[in-house]
């Protein structure tokens, strides 16, 4: 039970006139990489098919170390497992297991072929909140020379969706099926030590950090870590029309920049060293309804489009946001699905002339620095003081969390990390750029912190893999929802919330 | 002290407005600490005169009761499913809650918290607000008033955590600046040339400085525009100096025949650039490509065409109708007569690289006279021959071929192209725009 008569922190009290001590805040290490930066100059010619026959070579001897290892030497019934190419070297009756990549048919799910062939040309918004349904889903397993459909009840016991890559062991029945009995997949990829891209800063503070890091691991305890923390919002949803959550974006500002509260809070406050806003920025709502009244008038309109019904308040708040922030502390600003970039995936960064107070802080496109305030794609990749981080606007998760029949988001990101694929459903029904050379949604390292932005609600875990990995999921909920936003400690990787609450 | 209250007094009493912690602050220069402090001392001085003058606001933060949590607020809906499926699976962390609570809510708010580490006072208002979201009228205040003055010494002054790590360019006011040279440029070209001329005079070659021949360059254009009509051009200058200064600049870059074929327009600018012409090395390249009179049609059609689009509205709309076709006429007389002189600026410049890629180097003369340039040059050629096999095979050939300057140099060739196919797409575009023309006709209703 509180008492205000002892708050540490009571500014209920005459001017004391002393000196205010002047605040430094941290400095954050950070080195973004362009994993998921598309060129310039980009064609939309090719097929998609290529992007599942890249992922299924990039990941398919990292599964097939795990299952052969696994299953080696396995004798069922009196019949000794054998790994077989391709799908469609499955014999019935053989025991047998196979790598292939996971295809879900389900009735509510989109399907482009379907869309072809009535003759619609302009895909409809997906409305459902789910594509699972009881019946009438089928999991296949395919490769580039066939497919087959799996059935068993190892399947229902884990999270399967479209894209992702697996090891099935089991034996054809008579109905042309695959009887599972186990699967694998490709668990986590290798983990690059702290520090792996960028230095620590400067050599008096790398050799504090490095004994402080072993020691930690040595006694394994929980310190409650002095270094610097990292803030992550998602939905700050800044919006011309509503305004029912402007004063607690103020709050949040007011917080960030280290001018609420009292001196003692302001030094923790200090210590935030980065702020990375995991998408939806801007909010979409007020730009619906406007449409229908404009048809009447006939206005000025240049290629079709009336400049007059644009309403460019949003993004004007958060440039102002951003431009009042940013003096105190970096910024990374990955777009989200509301957001004004490209709707599929890998989203490029917003535009630097939506922010004409930020822009200033950006780098130059030519230059190869980085910018204090840094653009970046969804999904982002980059190092934030030593730890590698993967971060995502949510769209990828969102669109997971339809194929499965389940509410645990965070399994669902631990399901990710395990498929070493952060986009898995992309480009079925996650939209996404036809990729020729690489599919940049598979994880070739395992990142220390993976955030997923715009959730619902937040949730944390860490999840360890089989050579020591362990990382760090977090779903950053909304801010216009839910008011929160997340700390994350940069030595321990430790999570607090922060909620802002008007009443 | 004193300023401070007859600020508040002031502010809140007399005008009947809201004042926060960071408006004071900023208001009079003071570290928001002291600005919490002397709202409190403010508050409870005029409470103690006149109880309920003053209702504050006051900001709360520390960690609450975990079982206050699902307590009946707004958030209801959130904190219910957060008890459900979800954080089942998710680590307990820490919370900590910003609270923003009015005057009269302060015990209840104080009360749901385990433990409160900072409190202060975070606005006064004359009455007490209804809503708080109305604070953010305020804070909008301040906004505007810290991004007026953004010196990085003043947010140290007012408490923000200073950061000395920042990053900020400096960024040049490329769209301001732009149109303002145009205006001056005007009177700078009496002035400009004669001083260049005796540049020359004294170092012809390479004496020039970057800045100058920018300068040259804007020079005729400006002139040009000055000449086509005084009364217009007043608030024309502006756009159309604009405009040809960015062709005037393309145009200066790289040599001085560009400005030389403008030169007949004005005397003084000619003589500078008959100067300056030194300094270009292939003059006898240049003066054979005449203006092209085809390919400043082109030019014409395709901006014209390019207007015709960006006017092109809905429908035709009533008033761009009766100003637009005389500015038109107008602007076409006059753009006519720049677009020439920028033609003439711009086409050489345009043209120039690519002849020299081709057959630069690769080039013989044989004779040079009457204006006429013969000779040989080297050209790729594709064939195609049956081989032994039967088989037709296609190879490239270098070979030799002789032309005289007398053909238009290849890519004004492929500008009067253009001029002919660009010319019946734009009628094609009348008659049948049923076709392909307006790309709202494919998504109107059908």
């Known amino acids: ?70 299953w080696a030497d396995t004798v069922i019934g009196g019949e000794e497992v054998k790994q077989v190419d391709r799908v469609l070297d499955i014999r019935q009756g053989e025991l047998c297991w196979v790598v292939g990549t996971v295809y879900m048919e389900m009735a509510l799910k989109p399907n482009i072929m379907e869309d072809v062939s009535k003759d619609r040309w302009i895909s409809a918004p997906t409305s459902t909140n789910k594509y699972w349904s009881e019946e009438g889903d089928a999991v296949t397993l395919e490769d580039e020379s066939g497919r087959i459909r799996l059935v068993g009840d190892a399947l229902r016991s884990v999270f399967l969706v479209t894209g992702c890559i697996i090891a099935v062991m089991g034996t054809e ?50 310190t409650k870590g002095s270094g610097g923390k990292i803030a992550i919002v998602s939905g700050l949803g800044f919006s011309g029309s509503d305004a029912s959550h402007a004063i607690e974006l103020n709050l949040l500002l007011e917080y960030l920049l280290g001018e609420a509260l009292d001196p003692s809070t302001q030094q923790e406050l200090s210590q935030i060293s980065r702020l990375i806003i995991a998408g939806n920025s801007i909010s979409l709502d007020e730009r619906k309804p406007e449409a229908e009244q404009q048809t009447e008038k006939k206005t000025n309109k240049k290629y079709g489009y009336d400049a007059s019904s644009y309403n460019a308040q949003p993004s004007q708040l958060l440039d102002e946001f951003l431009a009042t922030l940013l003096p105190t502390m970096p910024v990374t600003l990955l777009p989200g699905a509301q957001d004004p970039a490209n709707s599929s995936y890998p989203q490029q960064p917003i535009h630097a002339a939506m922010f004409p107070g930020a822009r200033a802080y950006t780098a130059l496109p030519t230059s190869n620095d980085v910018g204090w305030f840094d653009n970046v794609t969804n999904p982002w990749e980059g190092e934030v003081d030593g730890w590698r981080v993967l971060g995502t606007g949510g769209q990828n998760l969102d669109d997971v969390f339809k194929y499965v029949d389940s509410e645990d988001r965070l399994g669902m990101m631990e399901a990710m990390c395990r498929w070493r694929c952060c986009a898995p459903t992309a480009p079925d029904t996650l939209w996404a750029y036809p990729f020729q050379d690489d599919d940049p949604f598979v994880m070739k390292a395992c990142p220390h912190l993976y955030f997923v932005g715009c959730q619902p609600e937040f949730g944390t875990k860490v999840i360890v893999g089989p050579d020591a990995q362990s990382v760090r999921l977090i779903t950053v909920p909304s801010f216009n929802a839910t008011k929160e936003i997340v700390l994350v400690d940069s030595e321990t990787l430790d999570v607090t919330r922060v909620k802002i609450a008007v009443s | ?25 900023r208001a009079l220069k003071i570290h928001v600490n002291t600005a919490k402090e002397m709202l409190y001392e403010f508050h409870k001085w005029q409470n103690d005169k006149r109880p309920g003058t003053l209702h504050a606001t006051y900001l709360v933060y520390g960690t609450r009761r975990k079982t206050e949590e699902p307590d009946g607020d707004v958030e209801m809906t959130d904190s219910q499913s957060e008890s459900g499926f979800g954080t089942s699976f998710s680590d307990e962390v820490l919370i900590h809650t910003l609270t923003l609570a009015k005057e009269d809510q302060l015990q209840d708010v104080v009360q749901q918290y385990e433990q409160v580490t900072s409190i202060h006072v975070y606005s006064l208002a004359p009455h007490p607000l209804k809503d708080l979201q109305l604070l953010i009228d305020t ?15 003043t947010g140290k002054a007012y408490g923000s955590i200073a950061n000395p790590g920042v990053r900020k360019r400096e960024r040049k006011a490329g769209v301001t600046k732009a149109a303002a040279p145009a205006t001056q440029a005007a009177p700078a070209v009496k002035v400009e040339p004669k001083p260049q001329v005796k540049q020359e005079a004294k170092q012809p070659i390479k004496e020039e400085t970057n800045a100058v021949p920018a300068k040259e360059g804007k020079a005729p254009a400006t002139t040009a525009a000055k000449k086509s009509s005084a009364a217009p051009s007043l608030k024309r200058q502006g756009s159309s100096g604009g405009i040809s200064q960015m062709f005037a600049k393309a145009a200066a870059k790289p040599r001085a025949p560009a400005s030389k074929t403008t030169s007949t327009t004005s005397s003084a600018a000619a003589e500078a650039s008959a100067a300056l012409s030194d300094e270009g090395e292939d003059d006898s390249e240049m003066p054979d490509v005449k203006p092209d009179p085809e390919a400043g049609k082109a030019r014409k059609s395709r901006q014209a065409e390019l207007r015709r689009m960006m006017e092109e509205s809905e429908d035709e709309e009533p008033e761009s109708k009766p100003d637009t076709p005389v500015e038109d006429s107008m602007e076409g007389e006059e753009s006519e007569k720049e677009e020439e002189q920028e033609e003439q600026e711009e086409e050489p410049v345009a043209v120039e690289p690519e002849p020299k890629a081709e057959d630069g180097p690769a080039e013989i003369i044989s004779s040079t006279g009457d204006g006429r340039k013969r000779g040989r040059r080297r050209v790729t050629k594709k064939k195609q021959i049956m081989d032994d096999q039967g088989y037709l095979v296609t190879i490239q050939e270098q070979g030799w071929e002789s032309f005289s300057e007398d053909e238009a140099p290849p890519p004004v060739k492929a500008k009067v192209e253009k001029v002919e196919k660009s010319a019946p797409a734009a009628k094609g575009k009348k008659t049948g725009a049923k076709g392909q023309g307006n790309i709202m006709s494919f998504f109107s209703k059908k």
Not at chain 1, 28 to 35: E, I, Q, R, V
Not at chain 1, 184 to 194: A, I
Not at chain 2, 139 to 153: H, I, N, R
């Open chain 1, 1 to 70: 039970m509180a008492d205000l008569d002892n708050v540490p922190g009571n500014l209920l009290r005459k001017p004391s006139g002393k000196q205010e001590d002047e605040l430094e805040r941290a400095a954050s290490t950070y080195k973004p990489l362009h994993s998921f930066r598309l060129a310039k100059e980009k064609s939309y010619q090719q097929q998609f098919a290529d992007m599942y026959f890249l992922r299924l070579t990039k990941i398919r001897p990292a599964v097939e170390q795990i299952a052969s290892e696994a």
């Open chain 2, 1 to 25: 002290m004193d300023e401070c209250r007859n600020y508040l007094a002031q502010q809140i009493l007399t005008e009947d407005k809201v004042v926060t912690y960071r408006l004071l602050s």
């Open chain 2, 139 to 153: 804070a909008q205040a301040v906004t505007k008033m810290s991004m007026a003055d953004q010196s990085p010494s």
């Open chain 1, 173 to 222: 029945n008579a109905n042309g099926e695959l009887e599972v009995i186990d699967l694998k997949f490709p668990n986590l990829p290798p983990q690059p030590d702290r520090w792996a891209v960028s230095k620590p800063p400067g050599a008096n503070g790398a050799a504090k950090t490095k004994t402080k890091d072993e020691d930690e691991e040595m006694t394994g305890t929980q």
